[in-house]
Every structure is written in C-alpha cells, then in structure tokens.
C-alpha cells in the first residue's frame, strides 16, 4: 500500500501507466476532501481543472482503486464514495439521522473478523458501511 505520492507515482509507473496531471489531480482531491463522490471529486477538480470531464473523473477513479491507491463504499443509495488509502484501513459507520460518517479502525471489528474466520470467510472491511444512529442522535430519541 503506497504511503507517499512518490510511491503512488511508481504504482502507476510499475502497472504501464503514464503519470498525468489529471491522474495526481483527481488523488490530490480524494485525499482532501476525506470521503467524496465521484461528482464531489469532480467538483474539486474543476476549482483547478475546468477541462477535467466526469467520465476523466470515473475512469481515473477505476485505474486508482485498481492500483489499491483508493477505496470505495457505498454510503449511501447514491455513487459511491471514494476514500484514499494512505490513512488508516477503515470502515464506516453512517448515522441515518443525522447523516454523520464515522471511520472506525478495522482493528476494532478483530471478534467479528474472527467469528468470520471460524466459516471460513475473509471479509473485505474496506467496502463495510453499517448504518445505525449515533450516540447524539440516539439520545435525543430517547
């Protein structure tokens, strides 16, 4: 897993891909923004690209998570939403009430992964979103 972007440089170099201003735009911009979708990213993009298209943006967004340099989940019903890999393997909890993403450390579902393990089954946490209420929200139903 690249942790600096001369590493993510060589992963596209190393697979036959050319390093394009395009391509370290649309890493730059995940990395910012935390979480995005595709349009989000296209977005952010634009504020320094104007020329940069969607379907530049969704194809980027492929050739990167190919690479293991993003991941996506889906955390929501709509696109889903990439997330850079250079932090922390994580996986994410969604408040339905208040809309709140909160990343957890994949360490921290260790008994679930080993429940798992027991049947024989590796789970992908990176894609896991699981949707709930948080604490604040919880409270102020109660």
């Excluded at 890493?27 to 634009?46: I, M």
């Amino acid at each position: 897993m690249p942790e600096t972007p001369g590493d993510w440089r060589a992963a596209l170099r190393e697979r036959g891909y050319r390093l394009t201003p395009q391509r370290e735009l649309i890493l730059a911009a995940v990395d910012e923004l935390g979480h995005a979708t595709p349009d989000e990213v296209l977005a952010k993009v634009q504020e320094t690209a104007s020329t940069v298209n969607a379907s530049t943006v969704y194809r980027t967004l492929e050739v990167l998570e190919e690479l293991g340099l993003v991941r996506h989940a889906h955390l929501s019903d709509r696109a889903p939403t990439y997330h850079s890999v250079r932090g922390h393997e994580h996986f994410h909890l969604i408040c339905r009430t208040c809309e709140q993403v909160i990343s957890v450390d994949s360490a921290e579902a260790a008994p679930f992964v080993e429940a798992l393990s027991t049947r024989g089954f590796v789970p992908d946490l990176g894609h896991l979103t699981v949707f709930g209420r948080c604490a604040a929200c919880e409270g102020a139903c109660t």
